[in-house]
């Protein structure tokens, strides 16, 4: 999305220039304004139109230069060109995050479907004790999602898992984010918050082709079902890091390529829940074909008992590039 200072002033020089240049016509007034305020968020469009707005009525109360034409057609065009332009950045704003979308699922768990490249990814969320689980969809079709536990005091309230939460949703938002630069945003919040505690986390970039990276930090290892349903599911061997907050970031590892049809990711309490069962019980990810009803499956308790939660589901993964926790520099 378009700062608001880059909009505010492309708005400013524009007027500037067509003033100078003596043009008059409305469409030279308002085009650059129009295209500024659409690739804004609708408050920064919204802000654009009103300022391109007052910028043309200078113009013709103060006809110092030549401005802006002053018959009463030119002046409602202009004036309905610009508050056209929030409603257009608001229906494209809808229509980029409109691809989350909630499954049918029982009703202890939440479960969020959304494009992955050129697949489907699942997460589900079960609200447990200290889960963190956040999805942020990318323009052109990408992904980036945050699965972990939080573990302090401070930290495992609603306000610091909220928190936490929102500082990933503003990094990840960013086309141009490296996971390093999500682990950062999240240690710095995490510090900030609770010197004390700590993130067990894994954070996964899905980019358009399908290509698949991810960053582990005290979590548990990815989880991989090989091409064919008959085949078990397997770790996907990515290292592990130190948990987000916990010590000094680590170095990065180099890049750790895994195939597969089907990519699964839980957090720590998914381990504790299930020991030395978990990879057994994760043999369901290589099977069905709905990664919603997959992620579901994922969450049930042990022996019955209490759904635990997160976990995530990716369908139509081609590549898994891993790294340790706390990386610094570029994505490999």
Not at 132 to 151: D, E, F, M, Q, S
Not at 242 to 251: C, F, L, R, W, Y
Not at 301 to 318: H, Q, S
């Amino acid at each position: 999305m378009l700062p608001m200072r880059a909009a505010l002033a492309g708005t400013t020089g524009n007027a500037m220039l067509m003033g100078l240049a003596e043009v008059s016509t409305p469409v030279g007034w308002v085009l650059l304004p129009g295209l500024l305020g659409v690739s804004a968020r609708p408050r920064t469009a919204a802000l654009v139109s009103a300022w391109a707005g007052v910028l043309v009525a200078l113009s013709v109360v103060v006809p110092v230069i030549p401005g802006h034409r002053t018959d009463p057609q030119a002046l409602l065009a202009s004036a309905a060109s610009l508050a056209a332009v929030p409603v257009l950045a608001w229906a494209r704003r809808r229509t980029r995050t409109a691809t989350v979308t909630r499954a049918a699922a029982p009703p202890d768990v939440a479960v969020f479907t959304v494009p992955a490249g050129p697949g489907s990814a699942a997460l589900a969320i079960c609200g447990t004790a200290g889960e963190i689980g956040a999805a942020v969809p990318v323009r052109g079709g990408g992904l980036r999602v945050l699965l972990g536990t939080v573990t302090g005091a401070t930290l495992d309230t609603p306000a610091g898992r909220r928190a936490i939460e929102q500082a990933f949703h503003r990094a990840a938002a960013g086309p141009r984010r490296t996971l390093p630069h999500l682990v950062d945003a999240l240690e710095k919040v995490v510090r900030d918050l609770a010197p004390a505690g700590h993130l067990r986390a894994t954070l996964v970039d899905v980019d358009r082709a399908g290509s698949v990276r991810a960053v582990r930090c005290g979590s548990p290892d990815l989880v991989v079902a090989a091409g064919r349903r008959a085949e078990p599911a397997e770790p996907a061997g990515v290292p592990e890091g130190p948990a987000i907050g916990s010590t000094e970031p680590g170095e990065r590892a180099a890049p750790v390529p895994v195939t597969g049809r089907r990519i699964a990711v839980v957090g720590t309490g998914y381990t504790d829940a299930h020991g030395g069962r978990w990879l057994r019980v994760l043999d369901q990810v290589a099977a069905g074909d709905d990664p919603a009803r997959t992620a579901q499956l994922l969450t049930r308790g042990a022996r019955g008992g209490r759904r635990t939660g997160p976990a995530l589901v990716i369908d139509g993964g081609t590549t898994v590039a891993g790294m340790t926790g706390g990386a610094r520099g570029p994505a490999a």
